[in-house]
């Protein structure tokens, strides 16, 4: 079964440093969406993409974080100088149509020290 | 507002049914979504409505009515590997796109 494949699985990294999460969508899909979950809280929006622009935000998607699809495959979330608060399991999911369920990556969890 | 409310934890006995409820108040309603997530890893699709009625898949059912923004998971003859939070989540329709919004999850307990 096709998946979404998301790298790295653990990244840790220091307070004000730049960090890119990576996500491989499956192939066929056109709709995009990155999701965090801060450890005991709930999965939460962050952004959604598609035809290579965004096509909607949370308040969460501040100035610090911005998407990219850099080539026909990835999909990656950068946050600029990331924070302690930053620090949670970050989630890429794509879907093939607007009305298709999502399917989710394993996440890649995000230690912000 | 956006709102999706579910119990915060469930137990049950290995073998019976559990019904865990949901209840939302959103905006640009565009159908209900269960997942489980077991702890550490990803959300995994369990089911879909996005009419009012019940949906049938294996052990697991659910069951919507818009009219009163509620929603339930049914799961049947429960087996340990069960135990796994399961999370609510309504897509909504703005702007001219969908996104999914989640309730903070159901921590279900298994026991023997």
Same mark, same amino acid.
């Given at each position: 079964?096709?998946?979404?494949? $998301?790298?790295?699985?653990?990244?840790?990294?220091?307070?004000?440093?730049?960090?890119? %999460?990576?996500?491989?969508?499956?192939? /066929?899909?056109?709709?995009?969406?990155?999701?965090?979950?801060?450890?005991? $809280?709930?999965?939460?929006? %962050?952004?959604?993409?598609? /035809?290579?622009?965004?096509?909607?935000?949370?308040?969460?998607?501040?100035?610090?974080?911005?998407?990219?699809?850099?080539?026909?495959? /990835?999909?990656?979330?950068?946050?600029?100088?990331?924070? %302690?608060e930053d620090s949670a399991m970050y989630f890429c999911a794509s879907s093939e149509r607007q009305n298709y369920g999502y399917t989710f990556g394993s996440g890649t969890r995000l230690t912000v020290v | 507002g956006q709102n999706i409310d579910q119990p915060t934890e469930m137990t049950a006995t290995e073998g019976a049914i559990v019904q865990i409820n949901c209840?939302?108040?959103?905006?640009?309603?565009?159908?209900?979504?269960?997942? +489980? +997530?077991?702890?550490?890893? =990803?959300?995994?699709?369990?089911?879909?409505?996005?009419?009012?009625?019940?949906?049938?898949?294996?052990? @697991?059912?659910? @069951?919507?009515? &818009?009219?009163?923004?509620?929603?339930?998971?049914?799961?049947?003859?429960?087996?340990?590997?069960?135990?796994?939070?399961?999370?609510? =989540?309504? &897509?909504? @329709?703005?702007?001219?796109?969908?996104?999914?919004?989640?309730? =903070?999850?159901?921590?279900? =307990?298994?026991?023997?």
């Open positions: 079964e096709p998946e979404v494949t $998301q790298t790295p699985s653990h990244q840790v990294t220091q307070m004000g440093q730049e960090v890119i %999460l990576r996500c491989v969508p499956i192939s /066929n899909h056109l709709y995009f969406y990155w999701y965090r979950q801060i450890l005991g $809280q709930k999965v939460e929006f %962050l952004v959604s993409f598609y /035809n290579n622009e965004i096509s909607e935000k949370s308040e969460i998607f501040d100035d610090q974080f911005s998407v990219e699809r850099p080539d026909g495959s /990835n999909f990656t979330l950068k946050i600029r100088s990331t924070k %302690l | 209840t939302y108040q959103t905006s640009g309603f565009n159908g209900l979504f269960w997942y +489980q +997530q077991h702890a550490g890893e =990803a959300p995994t699709f369990l089911s879909y409505n996005v009419l009012d009625g019940l949906e049938e898949k294996g052990r @697991f059912s659910s @069951f919507l009515s &818009r009219s009163k923004g509620y929603s339930y998971l049914l799961l049947k003859e429960l087996q340990m590997k069960d135990s796994a939070s399961y999370l609510c =989540a309504v &897509r909504t @329709f703005s702007g001219g796109y969908n996104k999914l919004i989640f309730g =903070a999850g159901t921590r279900l =307990a298994v026991h023997p």
